[in-house]
């Protein structure tokens, strides 16, 4: 069955370097990843999509990789702060009408 | 534009009560989603409906129904609730655009089974 592992359930981290996470999955071969973030007490946010055929994306301090053939994903903060402190989501996808299926998060803190 | 609201926040029912959670978009997105969240166990999908008309189970429907009623509101119901369903459940819309297809989630519904 398909399986997505993200690398920690919490990682902390020291104000100002760079918080990687990782996202790797097993028995699915999906046309793209999306990454969310999670506060307490509220839905996910979608952040940032990466597909299938490429390597890396960016979004201001956000920056994802998709390693198709290592099965996968790492979502880099640079520049942390405080309130980059959530749970964050990884999720894999496939064309069409097929459900996201989700790994169970990684919660951030980022400590001043 | 209140992108998706659910209803009650917050619920706290009896074994073997029934309840029906309520989930509205206005987005005009066509598939909607059910999911519960549990501590260690991530987000569980139990129902979507990809389009108006239809639903389909997801990896975990057992004890609930749903009813896409159009193509706005997207409801949840548990027959005879059972405190295993004590968790947090959120309702999702979204829509394929171009090569986006990202999901727009509700607060969520906060229900206790006793």
């Known amino acids: 069955s398909q399986k997505i592992e993200q690398n920690s359930e919490a990682l902390n981290i020291q104000e100002g370097k760079t918080a990687t996470l990782t996202c790797n999955y097993t028995?699915?071969?999906?046309?793209?990843l999306q990454w969310y973030r999670q506060d307490p007490g509220r839905g996910p946010v979608f952040l940032l999509l990466?597909?299938?055929?490429?390597k890396e994306k960016r979004k201001e301090r956000l920056k994802v990789t998709f390693d198709t053939t290592l099965k996968q994903s790492l979502f880099h903060i640079t520049a942390s702060q405080p309130a980059d402190s959530a749970t964050y989501l990884c999720?894999?996808?496939?064309?069409?009408?097929?459900?996201?299926?989700f790994g169970k998060g990684t919660r951030l803190s980022v400590i001043a | 534009n209140a992108g998706v609201t659910q209803t009650p926040k917050f619920q706290v029912l009896k074994t073997g009560q029934s309840m029906t959670l309520q989930c509205a978009q206005d987005?005009?997105?066509?598939?909607m989603y059910w999911y519960r969240q549990d501590p260690g166990m991530g987000l569980r999908l139990i129902y979507y409906?990809?389009?108006?008309?239809?639903?389909d189970k997801g990896e975990v429907p057992n004890g609930y129904n749903v009813s896409r009623l159009n193509k706005r509101e997207f409801s949840l119901r548990l027959e005879s609730a059972a405190p295993s369903q004590t968790s947090v459940y959120f309702c999702?819309?979204?829509?394929?655009?171009?090569?986006?297809?990202?999901?727009?989630f509700g607060p969520g519904t906060r229900l206790t089974v006793t």
């Open positions: 999702a819309s979204s829509e394929r655009r171009f090569d986006i297809y990202e999901q727009y």
């Open positions: 028995n699915y071969s999906p046309a793209y």
């Open positions: 990466i597909r299938e055929n490429e």
């Open positions: 999720a894999l996808g496939s064309d069409g009408n097929t459900p996201l299926v």
């Open positions: 987005m005009n997105h066509n598939s």
């Open positions: 409906s990809a389009s108006e008309g239809t639903t």
